[in-house]
């Protein structure tokens, strides 16, 4: 299921990114007392009484500004309006208005999206004087906080939950419908992987890498099974990041793996895994979905004795943390194996909406325990009383024990995979909790 975005936006300086750290709970953001550090927005998820959204920080707008790169942080900002279903309007509560915040309070008006404005930097008991200057700004109600005080934030949490349409987010997804993002940096064959499974030429194909610059759905059927395709913008390093379009389509990509059942991590089979691959896998993987790596372009990879066999060997290894993941080579241009493709993104798509009842789990888990026995740690030993699983997309199991700081992290990947060799779950990460007894149970 996707979630909702909510954008910060504001002139610079006004402290934004701040407020994006102390929501996400954790420094993201660059923060300096300097206008314009933070030059490209960041993502991250947000969550506020058991609901959960996207925050995205960016740049400061400069309404006038000419220069290049306030311009290129201008256009960035206003994507991400684009895009946001609510956005956070924030100013200086010191400084009091100015001239450019009353030229992005235009630009927000004109835009017609929820705008909840905040005035921040208040960090004393009371509002000032000109505190209720903001009203001419035509945006509702102002919020009075302060970012480094954390004063006020709970306020504007509570509004922008109850902006966000849920209705459409809380929606259950089509069961029947099977959301397939494909992923990976640039000119490895996304789009022409897409054209050929559709079989008509739906999205732009070029050999310049960051043709495809939005998230583009293509809807089909197979079988009697209905399928979106979900092509996304190559995702390069930071440091060749240079275009402010292109910057932007990470984000849009990061969003696109966020809603998909399943994600195809394309590989460009003439070059092999490369760090930018293993970064674009964690993504997927972190986020829980679905992981089938198509190795593209092997038509026109030399082969040799085992060289398939080879190559799936050095994938297991490189990508060690998604070893569940299945491995394809295919050739978008010769039609090679994307019938198989897609055949193997259903069944992960099953895979991970698996259940497996309560008494099979434990018994499976006992027996792996008089198998090998549970670590312990100065003559104590770790006790499993009960698993059960609770989630689904991606499986999730309770474990109820004596004392998690026993879980050792390779007795949890050997529980791992007992599962797995029982139950299969192929093509989607497993996700394990540990409460001990009189523990709320995992939500």
């Known amino acids: 299921m996707s979630k909702p975005i909510v954008a910060i936006v504001g002139r610079p300086n006004v402290g934004k ?6 929501i996400i709970g954790r420094r993201v953001s660059i923060v300096e007392d300097t206008p314009g550090v933070t030059r490209d ?13 996207l925050m995205i920080d960016t740049g400061g707008i400069e309404p006038d500004s000419e220069e290049v790169i306030p311009a290129q942080m201008r256009e960035q900002a206003l994507i991400a309006m684009d895009m946001a279903d609510v956005i956070l309007f924030m100013v200086d509560g010191k400084e009091g208005l100015t001239n450019a915040d009353r030229e992005v309070a235009s630009m927000l ?30 945006l509702g109600d102002p919020y009075a906080v302060s970012s480094v005080n954390m004063t006020g934030l ?12 849920w209705a459409i987010y809380d929606k259950d997804d089509d069961e029947d419908n099977v ?5 990976g940096k640039p000119n490895v064959g996304k789009s022409s992987i897409v054209n050929a499974i559709v079989g008509e030429n739906r999205v732009i194909v070029s050999n310049i890498a960051g043709t495809t610059r939005d998230s583009i759905d293509t809807p089909f059927e197979k079988d ?8 996304t913008a190559g995702i390069r390093r930071r440091s060749k990041v240079n275009e402010d379009v292109e910057k932007f389509s990470v984000i849009r990509a990061i969003a696109a793996i966020e809603r998909c059942d399943v994600a195809l991590l394309v590989i460009d089979g003439t070059e092999g895994v490369t760090e930018q691959d293993k970064k674009i896998a964690g993504m997927a993987h972190e986020a829980g979905k679905g992981i089938i790596t198509v190795v593209n372009k092997w038509d026109i990879v030399p082969k040799e004795t085992n060289t398939m066999k080879k190559m799936a060997e050095e994938i297991s290894g490189q990508l060690s943390f998604m070893n569940y993941a299945p491995v394809l080579f295919t050739s978008a241009i010769k039609g090679q194996r994307l019938s198989q493709v897609i055949d193997t993104a259903k069944a992960v798509s099953e895979n991970r909406a698996m259940r497996v009842s309560t008494g099979q789990l ?5 027996d792996a ?13 770790l006790k499993i009383y009960y698993v059960t699983q609770i989630g689904v997309k991606p499986p999730l199991f309770s474990f109820q024990v004596n004392d998690r700081e026993l879980m050792h992290f390779s007795y949890s990947r050997y529980l791992e995979n007992k599962i797995r060799d029982a139950y299969g779950f192929a093509g989607t990460s497993i996700k394990f909790v540990f409460r001990e007894k009189g523990e709320d149970e995992y939500l």
Request: a positive charge.
């Open 224 to 231: 009697g099974t209905k399928y979106t395709l979900i092509d």
């Open 369 to 381: 325990m008089m198998m090998n026995n549970p670590p312990s740690d100065k003559g104590k030993r």
């Open 362 to 366: 434990n018994t499976l888990i006992q």
């Open 41 to 53: 927005r960041i993502i991250a998820e947000a969550e506020w009484s058991s609901k959960h959204f």
């Open 109 to 138: 008006r004109r835009k017609g999206k929820d705008v909840i404005l905040i005035a921040n930097k208040i960090d004393n008991i009371g509002v000032p004087d000109d505190f209720y200057d903001l009203y001419e700004l035509g």
């Open 154 to 165: 709970g306020e504007v949490l509570d509004a922008i939950l109850e902006k966000i349409p």
């Open 179 to 183: 959301k397939i993002a494909i992923i």
């Open 17 to 22: 990114s701040t407020f994006f750290n102390k």
